[in-house]
């Protein structure tokens, strides 16, 4: 057998990913591994990868550490591949003749393909201690053998965990479970854990209570609306909009909509249907800000900030919004909704979105003053339908009625878009879904 010296680069991990950074790597220099081991821990954005060895090999250099940014394609490690191609024919022949004999004098035994839970024996010298996390976020590979295997998320915070920032890996959850789950049932122990983000001491009498630490999602969150805040320059314009047309409308088809689709419909793919319409009308709004140049996008795809269940926000992207009909809206909405609340959402179901909607309503209140998802120009707010009463203009006279109304709110990046562009696009909007 002959090994040869090959660089491990960074594969691309979704469309627009042009970098990542890494977490944690599962293999140590001079740690041998098989083909589809997992040798590193990646994290884009909101979602992080474990990244698999394309063949069986040994690591003979890391590159990069934890917590470096790495562009895709970049080397970040040299392996020693094995099991290379043998130079002589007659030698592989040789090899695969022996092995035939081997086989043929022992018997089949079939490989599990998931490690089996051990019988619970007599306690070992070492004692077991069930860990405590306040970091929950979990890849989809750790989820999903949780999900084969029936842990629950509280079982999982039980796991001792050793990837980088308290990450709990493939390994640690298979280790578990060959253990036999001895904490299925546990009391977690409390641990203090340090937390990657560190805030300044302002010398601030910052009182006393329970302590949560920020888990990694929510850490990212953070620098991600304060590089915003710090980047553009916010401005929040405001518009009502009377609802009576459209829920109307609704109400009177979404039963016959869900029977001929098989679709709820909601309100969010209306609302992306008059955004669409909206930003046809006024593409400038469209765009993100190069240095001293204005990109006008070509695409319309359409974020919508969805809440997770740890509390975390994300933005699913509905890709070529507004060349799809209400059916396709609504189907894909309610998919990405579902990811989300599953942690089933790829990277690329989470990136390239141009404009950004954020229904505060659905949270019960009653206006929002979002901030810009960099590197877009605006994003929009939608908050509670409510009934009030309303003075309405007729030809005889005014009248008071109660009309469902609704109230929108667009922050906008005042470097690319004014006054004047953000308030009409505002109003072209509320014109829309008025007169749905």
């Known amino acids: 057998m002959s090994n040869t010296t090959t660089e491990f680069k960074l594969p691309k991990m979704g469309e627009s ?43 003979k250099e890391i590159k990069f550490e934890a917590n470096d940014v790495v562009k895709v394609g970049e080397v970040i490690a040299i392996i020693e591949a094995s099991n290379a191609a043998e130079p002589s024919s007659e030698k592989t022949k040789t090899t695969a003749d022996n092995s035939k004999k081997e086989s043929a004098q022992q018997s089949p035994t079939p490989q599990p393909s998931k490690p089996q839970p051990k019988k619970p024996s007599a306690p070992s010298n070492k004692a077991w201690k069930p860990s405590s996390r306040d970091n929950h976020f979990y890849s989809p590979l750790v989820e999903k053998i949780a999900k084969d295997y029936h842990i629950s998320y509280e079982e999982l915070a039980r796991i001792p965990a050793t990837g980088a920032q308290d990450r709990l890996k493939k390994s640690d959850v298979f280790r578990y479970i060959e253990e036999g789950r001895p904490a299925q049932f546990a009391q977690p122990e409390q641990v203090n854990t340090p937390s990657g983000f560190q805030v300044p001491d302002l010398k601030f009498d910052k009182g006393k209570g329970e302590i949560v630490e920020m888990d990694r999602m929510r850490q990212m969150i953070a620098d991600h609306m304060v590089f915003s805040k710090h980047t553009s320059p916010h401005v929040t314009a405001y518009v009502e909009a009377d609802m009576t047309n459209l829920v109307n409308w609704r109400n009177e ?21 008059a955004v669409t319409k909206a930003i046809r009308d006024f593409p400038m709004i469209n765009s993100s800000l190069d240095g001293k140049q204005i990109i006008v996008k070509e695409d319309i795809n359409i974020g919508m900030a969805t809440a997770l269940p740890s509390g975390n926000l994300i933005v699913p992207v509905v890709r070529n919004a507004d060349q799809k009909d209400l059916k396709e809206l609504a189907g894909e909405v309610n998919a990405l909704v579902a990811k989300a609340r599953d942690n089933q959402l790829s990277s690329d179901e989470t990136k390239g979105s141009t404009f950004t909607i954020s229904n505060v309503g659905t949270f019960g209140s009653l206006m929002g003053t979002p901030i810009i998802n960099q590197p877009e120009a605006a994003i929009l707010a939608t908050g509670i339908i409510k009934k009030r009463a309303e003075v309405i203009e ?6 008071i009625e109660i009309r469902p109304m609704m109230y929108l709110s667009l922050s906008f990046d005042h470097r690319i878009v004014d006054g004047y562009l953000a308030g009409s696009f505002l109003r072209r909007i509320a014109d829309y879904l008025e007169n749905y």
């Open 394 to 399: 007729y030809e005889d006279g005014d009248k």
């Open 17 to 59: 990913i042009s970098e990542g950074t890494i977490l944690n790597w599962v293999v140590n220099v001079g740690d041998s591994f098989q083909e589809g081991d997992i040798l590193v821990e990646v994290g884009t954005d909101k979602v992080d990868n474990e990244v698999p060895a394309p063949s069986a090999g040994t690591l």
């Open 253 to 273: 088809n979404k039963s016959q909509f869900k029977e001929e689709t098989g679709e709820k419909l909601t309100f969010t793919p209306l609302f992306i249907q």
